[in-house]
């Protein structure tokens, strides 16, 4: 083996460190070790002589593999895959061998500028653990005469020598719901990843890295076990103390309510199983057996499958990522929790490192992948563990979307009926994602569970879902009609004319219902006595807006910016933000949007900002106190809001206000900004009522607000002292507290004293049992999720706002919540 590689530029141009690539993948170094370039001439050249192992079908990338065994990955763009060959035009094939400044791709570089986010180019070395890199170039470089990067041959030694340093040790107790788990594994994945050392995970006779999600679910901890961890390395304690954190950290696993988890006994000529999402339907099975995808079992080239595996995971890795981030602007925190999670299975080293061993054994990319998959779900499939065996369908969904990304999809999908019932042994989430949602009446499964991530992505659809069936679910033929009935934990699979007569008239009576409330959406929510009432929408984004419009929306009564921030690697600037606060304008046809400004901090982060580590983040840097904290970042946004028009569909809302002193100083600012900016006119400025102190001063900051708007969600945690994302208290936060009531109360009587409106935007004002009382406190706005609307609005329709009253001031004097929740039973039974 050569001792040492010369790379020379692949193209001219400025030379870019690897870790200021804009996309976390490669500047994580997921990829390999390496150095980039921003391309200014449009011919790639080889960087160095060797055998020309792999080129992407689309064009965007090719792997070299040099004489020394380096494999030289080169991925010309950001996101380039998606040009699907698109402006790039290879001039080598797999196989060839290419000499050191040998044209390899011709690029069309204003072409693909145009639709790319990137035009970035980057040099990896694949299995840069091998190598070590004495020298990189800086500034700008000459295609194929400049030097690029060097790379010397390490000696072959273990994960553990290279760890090195002193030995540490500590013990600790795994408080995560379920168990060790796909997302809390992925946490302790992600706490080992931030240090070099070496860091093992030890239970019951077996060790795992932690490193490895795989290795990690495979050891089979539950929760409230104790596991020792093992650090080794430089950073050895720091990494443990990292460690052993997120290993004793507390979170949920997602389970349905209890009382769909029940067991559900055995009916006669029925198949029982867990009622995993609500609902009742009609439909024709359709059979989603897995398909198993022809590959081929042996491969010529290693060196070819393992560079085309490597492009394979960056395709998924890249449209998981996507996944992610649509979650996220859209609110989605459930999806984008299990595309997260799956991200962390894509990356595990441990099933890489077997996929590796049978590629080096001269097995194809897609055999080596889909056998390593299937030897971890065997394992987890046989720990015993309800929660682990449900994570079997994520590593098979990865499975198949990295066998897709390397043959391309199966020609034929599954043949579809209007009603649907999708029948299968389990299923992914991609399964249910990739079809079309208006033709799945239902989902029946085997196997599976109700905290299962299609089960938690079926509730948010909206689709009924019976899981956990065994055997007898499979015996369902294609295209056999059956009744699918959640609430009663069963599938009538051979249904006779009465009984499909019965289900059909109660489906029909719950869509008139639900037809009905939507037809009288759009008009007004007037009490029985006379009372107007705005019926809002919380949104995310424009298509949140046109969604709520819809369904009969008065108004937005809360626009979260903060899904603008997050998940990217620097702020939104003012006219990205201008764009998208004037979309929800304009999808609102005419109506009024109330946009709050950025609420980050506590359990809502943005990486970039660097927020510094709190011991209680809730009562720390929040809201409003954010962007005084940060003034160049709240006048880009106060200035993107005052762009919008017209100006007088525009309510500013500010979260977090504690006085009217902080209302004051950003009331001077936003008029400073409107004169820089030459405006005559201000948009309303209302301040969200969610610390204490807030609705005590309400007098006092109605002064001036032009509204007040109760956020429930941190009202109910700031005054009960219990922290809304503590699972053990989750039970008894409950927003119709007395104490809660009397601020609210409060409020609403300050905000008259000066002529000014109280509506509610958190959770509160879509409980049934909440809105007559909010009403009877003076409450005039009411912003719920779009879907509810037509609901909500009937709801008001059938109150007395002047009994609403009455009796709200008697429920003032009750001693507790479950007091208070039962005499609204009383007097309004249909809540």
Request: net charge negative; hydrophobic share 50%; glycine share 10%.
């Amino acid at each position: 083996m050569t001792a040492t590689l010369e790379l020379l530029a692949p193209f001219s141009g400025p030379v870019v460190p690897l870790d200021r690539v804009p996309d976390p993948v490669f500047a994580g170094l997921m990829m390999g070790d390496g150095l980039a370039i921003e391309p200014l001439s449009p011919t790639l050249l080889a960087p160095c002589a060797g055998t020309v192992s792999q080129v992407a079908r689309t064009g965007h990338a090719l792997t070299i593999t040099a004489a020394n065994g380096a494999e030289v990955l080169i991925h010309i763009g950001i996101d380039t895959v998606k040009l699907d060959g698109q402006g790039f035009k290879p001039m080598v094939k797999a196989g060839d061998a290419v000499s050191q400044g040998q044209a390899l791709i011709e690029v069309d570089l204003d072409g693909v500028a145009r639709r790319a986010p990137s035009l970035i180019t980057m040099v990896v070395i694949a299995n840069s653990e091998q190598f070590s890199f004495p020298r990189r170039a800086e500034g700008l470089s000459q295609a194929g005469r400049s030097h690029f990067l060097t790379l010397a041959a390490r000696e072959a030694v273990s994960p553990r020598e290279l760890a090195g340093g002193p030995e540490s040790r500590a013990e600790a107790v795994v408080n995560h719901e379920g168990g060790l788990h796909a997302r809390p594994s992925a946490l302790v994945q992600l706490a080992a990843k931030a240090y070099g050392a070496s860091i093992e995970i030890h239970f019951g006779g077996k060790q795992a890295n932690a490193r490895s999600v795989v290795a990690l679910m495979g050891l089979g901890v539950g929760e409230g076990d104790r596991v020792e961890v093992v650090a080794r390395g430089g950073d050895g304690l720091v990494a443990l103390e990292a460690v052993v954190a997120a290993l004793q950290a507390h979170s949920q696993a997602g389970h349905a309510p209890a009382a769909q988890t029940a067991a559900v006994a055995q009916v006669e000529g029925r198949i029982a199983g867990v009622a995993a999402a609500p609902g009742l339907a009609i439909g024709q099975a359709v059979r989603l057996d897995a398909y198993e995808m022809d590959v081929p079992q042996q491969a010529a080239s290693a060196a070819a499958e393992r560079a085309a595996l490597s492009e394979a995971l960056l395709q998924v890795r890249s449209h998981i990522q996507q996944g992610i981030d649509d979650a996220l602007r859209r609110g989605a925190t459930a999806e984008s929790d299990i595309f997260a999670a799956h991200l962390a299975l894509l990356d595990d080293p441990e099933l890489q490192a077997a996929a590796e061993r049978d590629i080096a054994a001269g097995a194809s990319a897609g055999y080596a992948f889909r056998r390593a998959v299937r030897a971890q779900c065997a394992i987890l499939a046989g720990l015993g563990n309800q929660l682990l065996a449900e994570r079997v369908a994520d590593l098979k969904d990865i499975e198949r979307q990295v066998l897709v990304a390397l043959y391309g999809e199966p020609e034929q999908g599954p043949e579809l009926f209007d009603a649907s019932i999708l029948v299968a042994e389990d299923l992914a989430p991609s399964d249910l994602t990739r079809l079309p949602r208006a033709k799945i009446a239902g989902i029946v499964t085997a196997a599976g569970g109700a905290s299962g991530h299609v089960a938690i992505l079926a509730r948010a659809m909206g689709i009924p879902a019976l899981v956990a069936c065994g055997a007898s679910a499979l015996q369902l033929e294609h295209g056999q009609t059956l009744i699918l009935d959640t609430q009663l934990g069963l599938a009538h699979p051979q249904p006779d004319a009465a009984e499909l007569a019965a289900a059909q008239a109660e489906i029909d009576r719950r869509a008139a219902r639900l037809r009905a409330m939507q037809a009288s959406a759009n008009a007004p929510a007037i009490t029985a006595d006379g009372a107007v009432i705005e019926v809002a929408v919380n949104i995310a984004n424009a298509d949140d807006a046109r969604e709520g419009v819809a369904n009969g929306a008065d108004a937005v009564g809360l626009l979260r910016t903060e899904f603008l921030f997050i998940d990217r690697r620097d702020a939104p600037n003012q006219a990205e933000q201008t764009e998208a606060y004037q979309a929800v304008l304009d999808a609102l046809e005419g109506r009024n949007a109330i946009i709050r400004t950025l609420d980050v901090g506590g359990d809502k982060d943005v990486p970039y900002l660097q927020l510094p580590p709190e011991p209680n983040p809730a009562l720390g840097l929040r809201g409003i106190r954010t962007g005084f904290a940060y003034p160049e970042m709240l006048d880009t946004q106060l200035r993107a809001l005052l762009a919008v028009k017209p100006l007088s569909r525009l309510r500013i809302l500010v979260p977090m206000i504690a006085d009217a002193g902080e209302l004051i100083r950003l009331r001077a600012r936003i008029d400073e900004l409107a004169a820089e900016m030459g405006l005559s006119e201000r948009p309303q400025l209302g301040v969200m009522i969610e610390v204490p102190s807030a609705a005590l001063l309400a007098d006092q900051l109605a002064k001036h607000a032009d509204f007040l708007s109760v956020g429930s969600n941190d009202l109910t945690q700031y005054t009960l002292a219990m922290d809304r994302c503590n699972a053990t208290l989750a039970a008894r936060i409950d927003s119709l507290h007395p104490g809660l009531l009397r601020l609210i109360a409060i409020a609403v009587e300050g905000a008259k004293k000066h002529g000014k409106w109280v509506g509610v935007c958190g959770a509160m004002a879509s409980d049934p049992q909440a809105v007559p009382v909010l009403l009877g406190l003076g409450v005039t706005e009411l912003s719920v999720s779009p879907r509810l609307v037509p609901e909500v609005k009937s709801q008001v329709r059938g109150l007395s706002l002047e009994e609403c009253g009455r009796e709200a001031q008697r429920l003032l004097t009750l001693g507790s919540a479950e007091a208070v929740r039962g005499r609204v039973a009383e007097l309004w039974p249909k809540a």
